[in-house]
């Protein structure tokens, strides 16, 4: 699976509440997923790449959307922008991987039944 994505997958993967989306989407203005026709949030892998660093930054070292923010800058600006652009590439295969992993169980359970 390809994006766009919905925000639901999104809070499914990314394991947090549709109020932290959007909260860091406030928060981060290099945060912006484009809109649907009708308003909805459309994510890309572009987007769940850069939402599970943010996911990291905050939850894993514990850091404020403010400092987040400058370690997402440094990285796309600085020195680490080689290594961070790597690591884009492989969080954005995971990310498909996921999507692909939980359509094919859809399958597979429909099967089942």
Same mark, same amino acid.
């Given at each position: 699976?390809?994006?766009?994505?919905?925000?639901?997958?999104?809070?499914?993967?990314?394991?947090?509440?549709?109020?932290?989306?959007?909260?860091?989407?406030?928060?981060?203005?290099?945060?912006?997923?484009?809109?649907?026709?009708?308003?909805?949030?459309?994510?890309?892998?572009?987007?769940?790449? $850069?939402?599970?660093?943010?996911?990291?930054?905050?939850?894993?070292?514990?850091?404020? $959307?403010? /400092?987040?923010?400058?370690?997402?800058?440094?990285?796309?600006?600085?020195?680490?922008?080689?290594?961070?652009?790597?690591?884009?590439?492989?969080? /954005?295969?995971?990310?498909?991987?996921?999507?692909?992993?939980?359509?094919?169980?859809?399958? $597979?359970?429909?099967?089942?039944?």
């Amino acid at each position: 699976m390809s994006g766009p994505y919905r925000t639901g997958d999104v809070e499914r993967l990314l394991g947090v509440g549709e109020h932290v989306l959007r909260y860091w989407e406030h928060a981060l203005p290099i945060l912006s997923p484009s809109r649907s026709q009708s308003g909805r949030r459309a994510w890309t892998d572009a987007d769940l790449a $850069l939402l599970l660093r943010v996911r990291h930054l905050v939850r894993d070292r514990g850091l404020t $959307l403010e /400092a987040t923010l400058t370690v997402l800058i440094e990285e796309r600006t600085g020195l680490g922008v080689d290594s961070a652009a790597t690591l884009g590439e492989a969080r /954005a295969v995971l990310i498909r991987a996921w999507f692909e992993s939980r359509a094919l169980a859809g399958r $597979l359970a429909s099967r089942v039944k």
